[in-house]
């Protein structure tokens, strides 16, 4: 099959190499040129790109797929310290104790009148349920709140078009969390639930708040879009296993004909909550805040939501029929259209919101399903896309009437018009393609210059380095009428979904540094002058300073075994990308890095007599190999006093010792 593909691939080359606007192919001179940026040229958009099982998230420039950034989200990165440096473990605090890892599939973009706002974006923790933010104008994760009531995470964080809310929908239901779980697996029908978290988004800070969950059947949510414009204050999310099978899901999961698209109300979520129909839950949840004033996060244990049960508050939730297994769930940027991609479905499905809306004022339902009222499939149904290939699993949009489907099965990409739902152009894809994403592709104004694939398996597109091969993505041009692959690049972790932005948007809001004037960490050090080693009992507290080229202070003795020492390093440079690095003989967590203006704290427990060396790890100038230092470490009982410095202020002062 590989070696089919090789040759189609080569003939392709040869047939169509006088002619590279005809098809996707990888090796036509032009294509080459459309993803080439100059050296010292920026990139036209930024990538952000998920890093599934790394937990974190990687930022590309497009269209030259060079890699800028990877941000710590839901993983201890040792790379800057994040989730080992004092200020940033509490950002990896859940109720379940510091989780330093996570799954993340999806990102989503903040978004203002159904448009990219280019202020946060937001994740989704797969795993142990929890959705990140991020802010753009730092590329740090400034908040991670956890869900309760949640396992498996997966429709998250999609966004209505102001980001009055995130969601979340759970993919596992299980007991809810104050119930007792301790229920046999096969009472699944009974006792297990599912549900969906709302969180608010505070307009000005980004500050998240669970505002709150709605309780539904027993069923398992895959991914999910908001309505806009029209369908503004609906959500619909895809659903699984309404078998309610709990064993052997490949199977038992699939018996139905048909599954559903969930199509939520959150208006009238809202007015029931006003009305006092919610009920309060005790749960426990982790809020973690970073704080840029004292660049220190804090984590909340929280202990109540309030939940809405779609059974007995009618208005709220409905179904729509959907062959078969559906995957993605996607709302056109008109809002009329929603498109699901059922996993073994021969078909696309296109649901018309304006249909739904009339068999909802007219009551016109099928049948109910745990009190739900479903709807008719041919009463909401659009229209359907026949035979489009093979594995459909999600869609983007051009905002010019055209649909790009994904079909992991037959590796390709599809084209076709949402309004006579025929086939335009097809794209194979190397190979098994997941997530496709275009600039803006699920908002209400989408940038169609570009649409990326994010393949699954990538065997004979890379140097082999060992079983494990990179995942890759692929750019095709789609200015035109057909699609061009134009450029393969490897990818970080695991990508499931990304979104892209025109870089005119973000990069002017870019931060330098940051203000040391503005600094309130509680263990600054403004200038050399306040640097100082302060012992509290068997805890010693460096208050250190980082300048090019030296540490303040560099020379430190009377630290004992048994002590506990913090080197709180602050970078005084108040200059773009001057970092400092900070890393001492035997830490047994990371190094710190730390940027300008900014405190980081790193703990080290000396276990053993000696002098230890402590570095700058960040290239930083000329002399950077010299900004170094020493900590002298004495027995327990040791007499040695309390003494630091740098130069002449040294224990000692100057080197006075005669070399023989
Ligand atoms: Cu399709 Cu987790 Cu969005 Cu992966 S999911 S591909
Ligand atoms: Cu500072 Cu190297």
């Not at 973690?288 to 220190?296: A, G, H, I, L, M």
């Amino acid at each position: 099959m590989l070696i089919a593909c090789l040759l189609l691939i080569t003939s392709l080359a040869t047939l169509y190499s006088c002619k590279p606007k005809n098809t996707a192919n990888a090796v036509s001179a032009d294509a080459a040129q459309k993803a080439y940026v100059p050296p010292g040229k920026y990139d036209e958009f930024y990538d952000f790109v998920s890093g599934g099982f790394s937990g974190q998230l990687s930022v590309y420039g497009l269209p030259s797929g060079r890699l800028l950034r990877v941000i710590p989200v839901f993983s201890a990165d040792p790379q800057d310290g994040y989730g080992y440096s004092e200020e940033t473990k509490a950002m990896l605090n859940t109720s379940h104790g510091p989780i330093p890892w996570d799954d993340l599939h999806h990102v989503e973009l903040s978004q203002t009148n159904g448009e990219i706002d280019g202020r946060w974006i937001f994740a989704n923790g797969n795993n142990t349920p929890r959705i990140a933010r991020v802010d753009l104008s730092t590329y740090t994760t400034s908040e991670i709140i956890e869900l309760p009531n949640s396992a498996g995470n997966h429709s998250s964080p999609f966004t209505t078009e102001n980001s009055e809310y995130v969601v979340a929908g759970t993919r596992f239901s299980v007991p809810p969390d104050n119930a007792d779980g301790d229920v046999a697996i096969d009472t699944y029908k009974k006792n297990f639930k599912g549900t969906i978290s709302f969180v608010s988004v505070d307009k000005t800070s980004g500050n998240m708040k669970i505002a709150f969950q709605l309780l539904i059947p027993g069923i398992n949510l895959d991914l999910s879009h908001a309505g806009k414009g029209p369908s503004h204050g609906w959500f619909f999310f895809s659903c699984y296993n309404i078998e309610q099978a709990h064993t052997l899901l490949e199977v038992n999961a699939s018996q139905r004909d048909k599954d559903f698209i969930l199509a939520i109300n959150w208006k009238k979520a809202e007015e029931y909550l006003q009305q006092g129909k919610g009920i309060k839950q005790a749960v426990k949840y982790a809020h973690n805040v970073y704080d840029e004033k004292t660049q220190t996060a804090t984590s909340n244990i929280e202990t109540e939501v309030t939940v809405l049960d779609t059974r007995t508050l009618p208005g709220i939730a409905y179904f729509m029929p959907c062959p078969k297994s559906p995957h993605g769930c996607d709302v056109d940027p008109t809002g009329e259209y929603i498109v699901s991609s059922g996993k073994l479905a021969a078909l696309i499905p296109v649901f018309s919101f304006t249909k739904m809306m009339n068999a909802i004022n007219s009551k016109k339902f099928d049948t109910y399903y745990d009190s739900i009222p479903v709807m008719k499939y041919e009463d909401v149904l659009y229209g359907e896309v026949k035979k489009p290939g093979l594995g459909p699993l999600h869609t983007e949009f051009d905002g010019k009437g055209n649909a790009y489907t994904s079909f992991f099965i037959s590796s390709e990409i599809v084209k076709w018009n949402i309004k006579d739902l025929k086939v335009l152009d097809r794209a194979p894809t190397y190979y098994s393609i997941g997530h496709l994403n275009i600039p803006g592709g699920d908002t209400k104004k989408p940038n169609a210059k570009y649409v990326i694939a994010y393949n699954k398996i990538t065997k004979d597109r890379y140097l082999p380095t060992g079983p494990e091969l990179t995942q890759s993505a692929q750019l095709y041009d789609i200015s035109g009428d057909k699609m061009q692959l134009i450029l393969d690049f490897p990818t970080i972790g695991e990508p499931h979904y990304a979104q892209a932005v025109s870089a005119d948007l973000i990069k002017n809001n870019s931060k330098k540094f940051y203000d040391i004037n503005h600094n309130e960490h509680p263990y600054v050090a403004k200038g050399e002058g306040q640097a100082k080693v302060v012992r509290n009992g068997n805890k010693v507290d460096v208050y250190m300073t980082a300048i090019r080229s030296h540490l303040v202070p560099d020379n430190i003795e009377g630290v004992k075994l048994g002590d506990e020492v913090y080197f709180h390093v602050t970078n005084q440079e108040q200059d773009w990308d001057i970092p400092h690095g900070f890393a001492i003989k035997a830490a047994n967590a990371a190094e710190l890095l730390i940027m300008p203006g900014e405190t980081r704290t790193l703990k080290w427990a000396p276990d053993r007599v000696g002098i230890f060396p402590f570095y700058c790890t960040d290239f930083c100038s000329a002399l950077h190999q010299e900004m170094s230092g020493y900590i002298r470490i004495s027995p327990k009982n040791s007499t040695v006093a309390l003494a630091y410095g740098t130069g002449d202020k040294a224990p000692g002062g100057k080197d006075t010792t005669t070399v023989q």
